[in-house]
């Protein structure tokens, strides 16, 4: 994968829920390709972001608000999304509908996501992953911290978009040192995959890498660390 194709056109960034860890690994791997940077994360967690003091934009607010995301979004040539679940309110399916609306045509738009998504139904499952699901789809919903469903609906709609979009699917992370850009595959079940583990600074890598890879466009890459085992033994088959 090249990460470099397309960068000339690659000026403005907004890293929606930029306050996360994988939020703010995005952060500074934009700012490191020199791109402009705009960040929007609940008020509360402004405080995380104090390392960027004066290196970036911040628009606080809800990221399924949607006036906070067409005002972030403005200008921007690329936005990198972070759907997250929480609570029982649409909060993926209102962010992801907010960046669709509001970002400029032709942007690139990028949205993290889990494994389970399924853009075409090919996808492979083990028991224990399926199991593992159903029960934190059932256990979020009766606590009203997590609405795993709605995940599956914002990426629902983004597929069905006419945008520039790319949907990185994240195996189970870790912290550590990178890795380097992780591999990928087309569905979950591949044997490049087996190992479902990723650093979350590589997931973050190949995010931001992804903004100026138009390989990637309207793709749903499945991700896993490039040093993983499956990730080795598919290189050394190679």
Known sequence: MDGEQGQGRMAKVCVVGASGKLGQYMVRQALERGYEVVGVCRERSVPK???????ITVVPGDTDDREVIRRAVEGCDGVLTVLVPW?????????????LDFARPGARLVFSC???????????YSRLF?????AAT???????????????????RIFASDTRWTVVRG???EEGESQGLPVWAE????????????????????M?????????????PAIVGRHTPSALAHAGSG
């Not at 972001?49 to 290196?55: C, I, Q, S, T």
């Not at 889990?114 to 492979?124: E, L």
């Not at 399926?130 to 159903?134: D, E, K, M, Q």
């Not at 059932?138 to 629902?156: M, P, S, T």
């Open 208 to 220: 931001v890498a992804a903004l100026t890879d138009d390989r990637l466009v309207r793709q749903a």
């Open 114 to 124: 889990g494994w389970h998504i399924t853009r075409d139904g090919k996808d492979r």
């Open 130 to 134: 399926t199991f593992g699901l159903r």
């Open 87 to 99: 609570g029982v309110r649409q909060y993926s399916s209102g962010t992801a509908q907010a960046v």
């Open 138 to 156: 059932v256990i979020g919903k009766l606590v009203r911290f997590a609405e795993i469903d709605d995940q599956v609906e914002a990426c629902r």
């Open 49 to 55: 972001l104090a390392g960027f003091e004066g290196r």
């Open 171 to 173: 195996s189970s992370l």
């Open 187 to 206: 569905h979950v079940g591949d044997p490049v995959l087996a190992s479902d583990l990723t650093r979350r600074v590589d997931f973050a890598l190949f």
